[in-house]
């Protein structure tokens, strides 16, 4: 699906608050090497090479018009390759570090793929990943609700967005198995705060609605959008408004 950089930095700052928080758990001194599964514009696995200078990264992404943004970042320790995260599973090539922050909300079956990523750890290895809890996200609430709705249930022809985000025991249990040691899992929200409906529209508009908006024709796109920011509106009456977006990080160390 197409990505539009623009508008995904449109809120670099709010989406580096919880990057943050997931590199605060890594610990890398020895020469290493590491990936970031769905690195996007590359921004943020550079900052990731700068902190951990004797690792080397390999930031993934399957998004060709991102990929046109991380490859002017590359350095000795820092390369990009365009592949998706199920090019990376089905390889034997073994990590110091996985790593992925809200990039893993894209990918089908947890159950199967996390036990692989896990898999792919050397001995000490770290896993940290950062996904967004879409299904308990209001503006992600409002999106699976209108779509589910005529006319537009007819125009998504039956397809609806299923997220694959498991619950904290699942990923708990998932990690446990697969001989990760000083788990690490928690719930946090990140607000946002707006001071107009749009702001909240842009922010959704930059990831989850995509997959959406490209199934419709122009009409038909410009109806949904339409009936999305009213909804909106009724969700959020008061301005300046806080929506209080959830997110799930995830770390842990191989035995």
């Not at 249930?153 to 039956?158: Q, S, V």
């Not at 446990?176 to 959704?204: C, R, S, W």
Request: proline share 5%.
């Amino acid at each position: 699906m197409p990505w539009n950089p623009e508008i995904y930095n449109k809120f670099k700052e709010l989406r580096n608050k919880p990057f943050y928080d997931l590199i605060d758990f890594i610990q890398l001194s020895e020469a290493s090497t590491a990936i970031d599964l769905g690195c996007g514009t590359g921004e943020q696995t550079a900052i990731l090479a700068r902190k951990f200078s004797k690792t080397d990264f390999l930031g993934i992404d399957s998004s060709a018009e991102m990929m046109v943004k991380s490859k002017s970042l590359e350095t000795e320790n820092l390369h990009f390759e365009r592949k998706s995260v199920e090019d990376i599973v089905a390889t034997d090539k073994k990590w110091d570090l996985v790593f992925s922050n809200a990039a893993l909300q894209w990918s089908d079956n947890h159950e199967i793929l996390f036990p692989k990523l896990i898999h792919s750890l050397n001995s000490k290895g770290q896993f940290a990943v950062q996904m967004p809890i879409q299904k308990e996200n209001i503006l992600n609430k409002i999106l699976y609700q209108l779509a589910e709705e005529d006319p537009f249930k007819t125009y998504f022809k039956g397809w609806r967005s299923n997220p694959p985000v498991l619950s904290m025991d699942q990923y708990a249990q998932i990690m446990f198995d697969g001989g990760l040691e000083e788990i690490q899992i928690m719930e946090k929200v990140y607000p946002i705060i707006a001071n107009d409906h749009d702001t909240l529209y842009n922010f959704i508009s930059g990831s989850a609605l995509i997959p959406y908006l490209e199934l419709l024709q122009d009409d038909q796109k410009e109806s949904f959008i339409s009936a999305f920011k009213i909804r909106i509106a009724e969700n959020f009456p008061k301005l300046p408004a806080i929506y209080a977006f959830k997110r799930i990080l995830l770390y842990g160390k191989k035995v």
